[in-house]
């Protein structure tokens, strides 16, 4: 037994030791964040409009003009086209060999702060040999870096490897790295830290790059470029609204007029449809803003059908009574467009709808993909009311159909049997998450004006989905969800699990959860299941884990309870959180989880056998506030939801 167990811990020891730095890397980055991702395919400008803007950026970085600067920003409002700039100059430079790489942060996909220089590093060493070799090395060294704090990451990842290669006479050329979006990083700060380092780094020449952000002028980050410091390096530009664009945005609406048209069959039409008033209109209406024809375009065009002409009827209509009621705001007729759009969900469906949005709004994970699967089956949404709220929702969210990844596991895994119950031939940590979640696709928001507008309640009025009335809605949802999931489940304490070698090489007796008596699969309980009982039970254990994690105190918007009524929150009292505990720890044993929090805040977690311990990081120690802490707890305890499955203890 004991040569047995040396012969597993070694064989461990060497696989870990083969993999790769770069691979590491990888991990550690999103390739989605890149201009060449399919992500970005739709966000370029059109050909013609805003040449101006893009040949002065182009110039800017290939020395055709005086540089004032190796550092440049873009700022303007939301809608104004920031991102299909950047992603324009990116392709261009792209095609020249002048850009590094690019990154755009998006909001509940790419937000994450500490991955964005992994993200850089990995995109420069698929363009620079030598530059691959040297983090590939240091990386299989010490695989801790691609976790460490943000300037470590730039230092070790890109300043000292490019110094190093300088030294052995290995020139890296000057080219661009695109930052676009820093306003859609996660954390105030984070997005603070970004500029100081990259001004740091131009002031001490540390990189050859010439860096361009783009991003909205919010007050943190305008504060930050405003330093002298920061300010004397930095080559600033403001993308205003502007009816200076009207040109532009007319020249548009023709050419994506037209593309329709041929599209769906209708090219007779090309010289009569839409009128020259109605183009107008629309040109109005945008006023400066090239996101409101954008969400235009793609209502009139979807679904490809007939109706096309009708649908672009409504709108002009909606713009009409828009325009009599009059506003001063740069985004009324978006706002008017986007209050359409919900309204013609039918009643039936709304709530769900809104219940579908809260999670595309819900982006304190900045790990997380708003993946269809999950989302769902949290809202106890089908398939078919899923597709139903897609074809109204068609204008705002983009919809990714997936394909099975599972099909690379299926010669060694039993579809028929759970994901964690397989036996020998497979364990449940070396199934990827991301594949099983990605079974139903995922969504994202087209535009972050429309995220914007769901949690504004002057903008959206009774669509938002940020109001006590939408709080205690998702409240009761989600108590019902959950003892919905809870009840399909039995506590068994008799179950034998052969836990990984990083956490016990034992076989351990502890309690798990099993199907309760009459559940025949995990895909009964499922509003939309997959099909195989292998993804189901991963959907259904994983979805029930999220439930009882949104009604817990760490769940970092466990704050908005603050506002539901006593009589909704007693209703807490009713949830089964010992089965919550049991599935926290059997997710952990069987795959780790990447977003562990207490009270809200970021924590560490580590599996033991029979529990899950979380401890708050050092570094975030002072974001804990004992008020507001005592506060929930005793919002928790008076509906007696405290304590019901806390051990007894006795203190001497």
């Known amino acids: 037994m004991v040569d047995l167990v040396n012969s597993l811990v070694s064989a461990n020891e060497t696989l870990v030791n083969s993999v790769l730095g ?58 104004v086209g920031k991102s299909a700039i950047a992603q324009t100059c ?74 190093e290669l300088e030294k052995q006479g290995k020139r890296v050329l000057p080219e661009a790295i695109f930052i676009d979006g820093l306003d859609e990083c996660a954390g105030k ?67 994506e007029f037209k593309n329709i048209l041929v599209k769906l069959g209708f090219p007779q039409l090309l010289s009569s449809w839409p009128s020259d008033d109605d183009i107008q209109t629309l040109v109005n209406a945008a006023a400066g803003l090239f996101a409101h024809p ?47 759009i919900m309204e013609q969900i039918p009643e039936p469906s709304l709530l769900s709808a809104q219940l579908f949005l809260f999670f595309g709004l819900d982006d304190w994970n900045a790990e997380s993909h708003w993946y269809v699967s999950t989302d769902c089956c949290i809202s106890g949404i089908s398939e078919y009311t899923f597709k139903d709220i897609y074809h109204y929702l068609h204008a705002v969210i983009s919809y990714e159909p997936s394909f099975d990844l599972l099909n690379s596991l299926y010669p060694r895994i039993n579809s028929e049997r759970p994901y964690y119950d397989q036996g020998q031939c497979f364990h449940p940590d070396e199934l990827n998450k991301n594949h099983v979640y990605s079974v139903h696709g995922k969504i994202r928001f087209y535009h972050k004006s429309f995220y914007d507008f769901l949690r504004d ?7 938002c989905v940020n109001t006590p009335a939408i709080y205690c809605k998702f409240l009761d949802h989600l108590i019902e969800n959950h003892h919905h999931y809870a009840s399909s489940y039995a506590i068994n304490g008799s179950s034998m699990y052969f836990l990984p070698l990083c956490l016990s090489l034992n076989l351990l007796v502890i309690p798990d959860l099993v199907s309760a008596p009459g559940i025949i699969s995990s895909s009964t309980t499922l509003s939309w299941p997959h099909g195989t009982e292998f993804a189901d039970s991963f959907l259904k254990l994983t979805t029930f884990s999220h439930l009882s994690f949104w009604l817990s105190s760490d769940h970092p918007d466990f704050c908005f309870f603050e506002d539901v009524p006593f009589a909704t929150l007693q209703r807490l009292a009713d949830v089964d959180y010992r089965k919550f505990l049991i599935t926290d720890r059997m997710m952990w044993e069987f795959s780790g989880s990447s977003d562990v929090f207490v009270f809200g805040i970021p924590a560490t977690a580590q599996a033991l056998p029979h529990t899950v311990f979380k401890c708050i990081r050092v570094e975030h120690f002072d974001e804990l506030v004992p008020a507001a802490f005592l506060r929930v707890c005793f919002k928790y305890n008076y509906p007696q939801s405290i304590y019901s499955h806390m051990a007894r203890l006795s203190i001497n």
């Open 22 to 79: 770069i691979d590491i890397l990888l991990d550690a980055s999103y390739p989605g964040a890149a201009s060449e991702s399919q992500d970005h395919y739709d966000r370029r400008c059109f050909p013609g409009t805003r040449e101006q803007y893009i040949t002065d950026i182009t110039n800017w970085v290939t020395g055709s003009v005086d540089r004032p600067s190796s550092m440049y920003w873009m700022r303007g409002p939301a809608g």
């Open 90 to 163: 990116a392709e261009k430079l792209k095609e020249t060999g002048h850009l590094g790489a690019a990154f755009f942060f998006t909001v509940n996909k790419h937000s994450n702060p500490s991955r964005l220089f992994t993200t850089i590093a990995y995109q420069l060493a698929t363009t620079l040999p030598d530059y691959r070799t040297f983090i590939d090395e240091r990386i299989s060294r010490d695989k801790t870096l691609v976790e460490r704090k943000m300037s470590f990451q730039f230092r070790s990842l890109i300043v000292e490897p490019i110094k």
């Open 189 to 255: 700060d984070a997005q603070a830290e970004i500029i100081k380092i990259i001004a740091s780094s131009v002031r001490e020449r540390s990189t050859p790059f010439h860096w361009a952000i783009f991003s909205r002028a919010e007050p943190r980050i305008v504060s930050t470029f405003k330093q002298d410091s920061i300010a004397s390096v930095t080559h600033s530009v403001e993308l205003p609204i502007s009816r200076e664009a009207d040109h532009e945005i007319q020249m548009y609406l023709r050419g």
């Open 294 to 340: 954008t969400a235009v375009l793609r209502h009139v065009a979807y679904p490809q059908d007939s109706q096309f002409r009708e649908r672009l009827h409504c709108v002009l209509e909606t713009l009409s009574d828009a325009g009599r009621q009059g506003s001063i705001s740069p985004f009324s007729q978006l706002d008017a467009l986007y209050v359409r």
């Open 457 to 463: 309640p002057t903008r959206s009025g009774a669509f």
